[in-house]
């Protein structure tokens, strides 16, 4: 795992290639979120964020037998934070994946569900053969 890293306690980006990585990452960002203001509730959900999104990028685009390579970034803003999960695996939207698969089992595809419910800008991406899920979470005034 890269050490991650903080500039102004604005920024934060690590590597992810496997759960061990993903909890870390997810620890970091709720420290980093509690240093610059955020509420505890905050830090805790963007935490929660990184490892359901993360975990799910080991799952399911780590499983080919292939080298991948995947890393989260957090930036602080003004108004909130920006998660951006970035990896190089198999293209999976899990906005229209979502949509596609709605369950009336409150349980299934918890993670995503979870995500996409708590935050309403969801945004994915895949631009030469590489994944993007940008979440952005403002601030309550």
Known sequence: MSTPFFTKNRFFEADINSYEDVMEASKNIVRMCLENGAS???????????????KN?????????????????????????????????????PVNWLEMHESTDKMKNIGIRMVMGLTKDVKYLSVLQMNSLIINVRMEQ
């Open 40 to 54: 505890k509730r905050a830090g805790n959900l963007l935490g929660l964020f990184v490892e359901e999104m993360g």
């Open 57 to 93: 990028i080991i799952d399911h685009g780590f499983d080919d037998g292939k080298t991948h390579s995947a890393g989260v970034r957090l930036v602080c803003e003004d108004d909130g934070f920006m998660i951006r999960l970035r990896d190089d695996c198999r293209a999976f939207n």
